[in-house]
């Protein structure tokens, strides 16, 4: 490892079980974060920091003032964008070798799957039951370990599963009637708690990552009281998901309803800002930006590194852009790439959004330099 990785990470691979190996086991490691709020945050901040190679975030909701006594990854200054945006933001400076993957989609019946096979481990702090089980089912299916999260007032869970050791179901069968449990809106959570809960979550996903975890285990934290307990779970046989007879054996949308955020299940943004462009356009892996005006427009003014493509030429070579998950496009004030970002979304591109202003408004407001016509 070379010297400033080295020093970066001294203290902590000093720790027994740790080492240069344990180092780069954390640099390999895929976590995906599902919910970068009160529990996401703490979580984000310290995988980053102890040299997490990739986070992914999935999180469709953007930033607002009622957020920011918990959710510590963001503040005033990114009040309105993405909180995917403003996250990778934070994190990217705790962290030289990170990879951040935005998911600004969010989790949803139809990604979830496919989305959780690309990563090792899911930390999921979503803030509704719909969520949690949507993402707990996944990763059952998925084999892959989760650890879970949840806050009220003063206290909070984590909850440890690793594949075919004890699941969310076993623990909790069926999904409580929404009416019936109130909301961290409701009853109010203490931010010092999303805190305690989150670095919690964090330090167990470092534990799995360094193969120092062989069960599922659930902890109960009284914050406010200043106790906890934990207890070992085992499979159920009769779990739904994971059990010897299992009724759980695809996600169907029908078995998932949306208690807490009905802002989860909205789409990637149709349209951007250009301030919103730039953040995306500046981490370590940007989604494609596509420019469709004209070759003889290009000669004016253009943003590196764009890709050529004609809004006459879209139907013809959208498949090129089917491999990137997340895609901003852009023309001259925002007319033509507002149809080409419609018609990509038409194909099932994923992640296609409309950069608001064309680069008229990136002349105005980013690069002055750039010049106008």
């Known amino acids: ?8 990470y001294d203290r902590q691979m000093r720790l027994p079980g740790h080492g240069e190996t344990g180092q780069q086991r954390l640099r ?26 990739t986070l992914g975030i999935a999180d469709p909701d953007t930033v607002e003032l009622s957020n920011l006594h918990r ?11 993405p909180k995917t945006v403003s996250a990778a933001e934070t994190l990217a400076p705790l962290n030289p070798a990170l990879h951040v993957m935005l ?28 969520t949690r089980y949507l993402v707990a089912d996944a990763c059952g299916l998925a084999g892959k370990p989760l650890v879970h999260g949840s806050v009220l007032k003063g206290e909070g869970q984590v909850g440890v599963f690793l594949p075919k050791l004890g699941c969310y179901r076993c623990l909790y069968p069926e999904m409580p009637d929404p009416a019936t449990v109130p909301t961290c809106g409701e009853a109010g959570v203490l931010g010092a708690t999303c805190g ?10 470092v534990a799995i990552i360094l193969k120092q975890r062989t069960a599922s285990k659930l902890m109960m934290i009284d914050v406010a009281g200043g106790s906890s307990k934990s207890l070992a779970l085992l499979a ?13 054996v695809a996600i169907k949308a029908n078995l998932y309803s949306y208690a807490c955020s009905p802002k989860i299940m909205s789409a990637t943004p149709l349209e951007i800002s250009v301030e919103d462009a730039q953040r995306l356009l500046s981490l370590n892996n940007p989604p494609a930006l596509v420019d469709v005006r004209e070759a003889d427009e290009l000669a004016i003014c253009q943003i590196a590194g764009a890709l050529h493509i ?24 925002g007319g033509r790439s507002m149809r080409a970002t419609q018609f990509l979304r038409s194909k099932g591109v994923a992640g296609v959004s409309n950069i608001k202003g064309g680069i008229d408004a990136w002349a105005v407001k980013i690069d002055p330099k750039l010049a106008r016509y």
């Open 310 to 333: 004609p809004l006459s030429q879209i139907p013809e070579r959208w498949s090129d852009l089917s491999a990137h998950t997340s895609v901003l496009v852009i023309c001259h004030h």
């Open 71 to 81: 959710q510590i990854l963001h503040s005033t200054d990114t009040l309105g964008a």
């Open 103 to 130: 998911h600004p989609e969010g989790i949803q019946p139809d990604n979830a799957l496919e989305l959780i096979k690309r990563y090792d481990i899911v930390v999921d702090g979503a803030d509704n039951f719909g």
């Open 28 to 53: 390999d490691a895929k976590v995906l974060l599902v919910g970068v709020g009160g529990l996401g945050s703490p979580a984000a901040l310290y995988l980053a920091a102890a040299g997490v190679g």
């Open 196 to 205: 305690v809960i989150g670095s919690w979550m964090a330090a167990e996903t």
């Open 1 to 8: 490892m070379s010297s400033p990785f080295h020093d970066l």
């Open 236 to 248: 159920d046989s009769h779990c739904p998901l994971c059990g010897s007879a299992p009724t759980i």
